[in-house]
């Protein structure tokens, strides 16, 4: 007997020219709760595919209850009692809960029996864990936080009693990670051991009893959580120092650049998905959009970027109302001349064109800019020169203005759109999820240029699902849900626990 | 009356070919893999029943050449679309090119006449076969004639058709298959996770494709005509792929799409050269197009949105 539910040690993976785990070795106890840190590319998903039975490591063995055992398939991952709750849902949407959970794990070739089997299992189940799942619910009916449990409920009826939850929270909203939590305690007082893959800071120091930080593919450390503090491993898991905190200096705001005035959106099913926004982002000031992805965000960026025509309202830009103004070109063409940027949230599907060379992306959108381009032909030397710039100032890796954009890490990809978008110089900066997928080295130096950008006196609003990203730049906060602003809030004022209420839709 | 029984029953005898080859899509495309081929399964599937029924005197032989020509194909249409992530409509297309190339040319090269097979004798044909009583029954009104017209004198295979509907739709919606069948054309991805083979599964349902088309293809040549015609199928395939989308990939609702279309046609027939009152005598080819422009209408206007199985067309990738 040993008191370790999973022993990693040694653990070696290449992918090419990648190695993505290289001397991989941790003990996760039994009945603990077991964070793994690290930024992306750190190879948290890799370790856990490898224990879970996706991929074989190239060396390194792997010990389940004492036992050292080879784990070439899922199959084999859940008979020896690992279960995985995905990032992205494995759940067959017009199934309902009860299907999906007896999916692969029928017990027999007809289904009446197992079902019904599954049915009592599961009232159990949901009984000790307090989950609060309707057997008989459409899974696509249900929210993420429900579908969450689904999957959770699928692991645990497969006589799982190691729980991997990959960045479980990053779909929920505060309250729901909360109630996860509580569940996921609950796991552990029945004696389950759960490991629980994160970025999150907060969530470890909040729950975990032991932490393994990784970074660039090994393990940097293996510490009990009652002994560090979040800056502690914060330092560990970039290497360095970061400062969690935005330094900004407390500014008074200008005037009002953009003015939205009863906007709305309704889509062709007749669903509100903007409904009634009144707000002002003023010079000098970032105007943060908290709330859950779907909640409105995204259409609010796309029709204030002239991407999506909105059913009705008004946009005022420094005094004049936008969908007013008569012209042969595409709006999103006409907003942008008229000086308001726009950083899509997803860059690499609006931001970029990824098979094109960093140099021809450095001019997406600003293809009439004179001073790159006569008569319909542009000139690649002034092209090139000012795409070096762009590195030199923003630091983009690698240096190498004719590289496919595609090639680039997340990070470096989104500092090209930023620096293409802050290069013309606008007064309005819309920007949608500023730092997804990317790493923390380049979150603060992205949110160290928005600041500067601010103290110059340019109006930004901010869309994104971070809260923590929202709380560090802005100066107000609107938060949004389902359409709706469901409250506003001065970032000094502002918790996480009174924007996760107005998130999930409590009125102010 | 008279003429309603006769119209039904040659309904009955239309849909029969179309109810299977139905079934058979909906094993493939339930699964996930897009099952145009179904043409070129049937033709396959009669010319060698056809071949297998001359040679062996025998229609049971001629049945099991039948399946295994189809199965053959439907194994091709696997490999290539499962095993090889191939694109399936390209699978499927060059099955029914290679069907009705194939068939005649080995026509030709076996029997000499002109790419079909001659006409089998009696013994080695599926005969219509009387239900007990049917002949004591005719006379008691209703009941009796429908089970003594409409019921009794038909084919076995018409009568294997009937039980195998029910049966489809069991496995379907009731088995451990079913489920697995359905969650691997809806989200490959969970069903693997949740440790079942997407490759498997849908190697079976292809499988079981096959044997459907085999059966109806087998009930063109060896029941219908007694022969093998060259292009025999004539779009009955993608007539029961439309019945398929029509009943929105259900076996019960596509059944009832595959009865509709047959309606159409064997209303087509009964109505050609006939005088009908006001407008006369209308000419054939305006009637032979009732099918096609019932089927046009039908899956434009009313079927509303059918939605197809999600992960229909998609070869299954693992993510990771």
Known sequence: MTDFAIELNGICKRFGAVQANRDVSMNIAKGSIHGIIGENGAGKSTLMSILYGYYQADSGSIAVDGKTVRIRNSQEAIRLGIGMVHQHFMLVDNFTVLENIVLGAEGGLLLKQGLAKAREHLQALNRDYSLEVDPDAIVGELGVGLQQRVEILKALYRGADVLILDEPTAVLTPQEADHLFCILRALREQGKTVILITHKLREVMDITDAVSVMRAGTVVGNVRTADVDKEKLADLMVGRKVTLKVDKAERAPGAAVLDVRQLCLTDARGVKLLDDLNFQVRAGEIVGIAGVSGNGQSELLEVLAGMLEPTSGEIRYQGTDLLQEKSTQPRAALYRRKGIAHVPEDRSREGLVKSFPMFENAILGYHDDKSVSKGGLYSRQALLARTRDFIRQFDIRPDNAQLRVGLLSGGNQQKVVLAREIHANPDLLLIGQPTRGVDIGAIEFIHKRLVELRDAGKAILLVSVELEEILALSDRILVMAGGQISGEVAAREADTVSLGLLMGGHKQ | ?320
């Open chain 2, 1 to 320: 009356m008279e003429q309603l029984f006769s119209l039904l029953d040659s309904t009955i005898r239309v849909a029969t070919p179309l109810v299977l080859a139905a079934l058979a899509g909906m094993f493939s495309e339930r699964s996930g893999v897009v099952d145009i081929g179904l043409e070129g399964k049937m033709l396959v599937a009669a010319f060698a029943a056809a071949a297998a029924a001359f040679v062996t005197h025998s229609p049971w032989l001629g049945l099991l050449a039948g399946i295994m020509a189809s199965v053959s194909l439907a194994m091709v249409h696997a490999f290539v679309s499962v095993t090889y992530n191939g694109n399936q409509l390209i699978s499927g297309m060059a099955i029914n090119t290679i069907a009705s190339g194939i068939t005649p040319v080995l026509g030709l090269a076996w029997f000499q006449q002109g790419g079909n097979t001659p006409q089998l004798d009696d013994d080695s044909r599926f005969h219509d076969i009387s239900l007990p009583f049917a002949d004591a029954l005719s006379n008691v009104p209703l009941v009796g004639h429908v089970y003594s017209k409409l019921l009794s004198g038909h084919s076995i295979l018409v009568y294997l058709t009937i039980l195998i509907i029910p049966v489809v739709s069991w496995v379907v919606y009731r088995s451990r298959f079913g489920l697995r069948l359905r969650a691997v054309g809806e989200n490959p991805h969970a069903a693997d996770t949740a440790g079942v083979s997407v490759a498997r599964v849908r190697y079976i349902a292809l499988f079981w494709g096959g044997v459907l088309c085999g059966m109806a293809g087998t009930f063109l040549s060896v029941y219908q005509t007694g022969s093998f015609i060259k292009e025999m199928t004539a779009g009955k395939g993608f007539l029961a792929l439309a019945a398929l989308i029509f009943g929105k990939w259900r076996p019960l609702p596509a059944v009832l799409g595959c009865l509709l279309f047959a309606f159409a046609d064997a209303l087509q027939i009964r109505l050609e050269g006939v005088d009908l009152p006001v407008v006369g005598q209308i000419p054939s080819q305006a009637i032979q197009v009732i099918p096609y422009v019932l089927t046009v209408l039908l899956l434009a206007g009313f079927v509303g949105r059918a939605v197809a199985p999600k992960a229909i067309g998609v070869p299954f990738v693992k993510s990771r």
